[in-house]
């Protein structure tokens, strides 16, 4: 109708998802999330879907956290038992981690190698390899690779409101190990629902001290803040006007 407007957002679709650029001064994109060439052949294995009371910036910067891999998640992601008889851990099998995180080539990607051990009386009997890269500050690709083949796992992150994520996961794989893709959606989300149980209890300090651990985390907050310009609204300021979200 005459003397309407309506808003306009470049978007695209990749990666199962619909992508909408938001920019507080208006910025046209500044880069693209590239279509993955392994998603033209795979099938989709299944979804797990987590609501997160947390800063945005929090889901990626779990990856970064290095360290929180052998203090969360070395109880196996098959039983929970091992958390409250440890002795078991080393009968039904635990996980030993590594990673690494670093900058990517392209200045809005972040990359991460992670390397898992499955112990079953100190016998590696599942070892794991992933590539995460985190592209911008809302998608990432996880993309396995096991003795039985690779999968892949998508997450991307939707704002519901300041402190309130939406985080999605996408699950595919081959045809050839597709019950092992299926089982994934099973398992990840038993580690994730781990990094939520802390997200929805974490307590928020103005001035945190880093241990010498944390180097990553500094890194990672400092790459971050591209994503962020002086326009960019403060959380108590977003808190105080929840409707305005």
Do not use: C
């Amino acid at each position: 109708p005459k003397g309407i407007s309506i808003k306009t957002y470049h978007a695209m679709e990749v990666d199962g998802s619909v992508w909408i650029w938001y920019h507080v001064d208006g910025e046209p994109p500044l880069w693209t999330v590239e279509e993955s060439e392994e998603l033209k052949n795979w099938g989709y294995r299944g979804r797990n879907e987590f609501l997160v009371n947390a800063h945005i910036q929090e889901i990626p910067e779990n990856g970064a956290d290095v360290a929180h891999l052998n203090a969360v998640h070395t109880v196996s992601m098959f039983s929970d038992l091992g958390q409250k008889y440890p002795f078991l851990n080393h009968l039904i099998g635990h996980h030993t981690w590594g990673a690494e995180w670093k900058k990517g080539d392209e200045h809005h990607v972040a990359n991460i190698q992670i390397s898992q051990r499955y112990l079953i009386l100190k016998v590696d009997v599942f070892p794991l390899k992933v590539t995460v890269n985190q592209i911008g500050p809302a998608h990432v690709r996880l993309s396995f690779m096991s003795p039985l083949g690779p999968m892949m796992v998508l997450q991307s992150v939707t704002p519901l409101g300041p402190l309130l994520q939406r985080v999605v996961h996408r699950v595919y794989s081959p045809r050839y190990n597709a019950p092992l893709g299926a089982a994934l959606v099973l398992l990840e989300a038993k580690q994730f629902e781990r990094d939520v149980a802390i997200w929805n209890n974490k307590r928020y300090v103005s001035s945190p001290a880093y241990a010498k651990s944390d180097k990553t985390i500094r890194t990672f907050r400092s790459w971050f803040s591209q994503f962020y310009s002086e326009n960019s609204i403060s959380v108590r300021d977003a808190m105080q006007n929840p409707l305005d979200w």
